[in-house]
């Protein structure tokens, strides 16, 4: 696996773009914890960094925190952005 940052991926149940994003970082060997995002611990922890989101998923690299807009920018996964944001390229 690759000698990455600690990633952290809030999740909710039913969601196509929660599994393409675990998908990418399983296929690229990035290790990753996955959260419930429904739970009241991830929500507090997310609005503790002022992270205020209506939909799934979000990723967490250490301290930055990426959003559904950040991870599927034009509505569609690209993973050269996404490989460039867990890397801090």
Do not use: W
């Not at 998908?23 to 990753?32: C, D, I, N």
């Not at 989101?53 to 509505?75: R, Y």
């Amino acid at each position: 696996m690759k000698d990455s940052p600690q990633l952290i991926v809030y999740t909710l149940e039913h969601c196509p773009n929660c599994e393409l994003l675990k998908s990418f970082l399983k296929t690229g060997g990035y290790p990753f914890v996955e959260r419930d995002l429904s739970s009241a611990e991830s929500l507090t922890e997310l609005r503790v960094n002022g992270v205020f989101v209506n939909e799934a998923p979000v990723l967490q690299k250490s301290e930055d925190f990426f959003t559904s807009a950040d991870l599927f920018p034009a509505g569609k996964l690209d993973n050269d952005h996404l490989s460039q944001l867990i890397v801090g390229e």
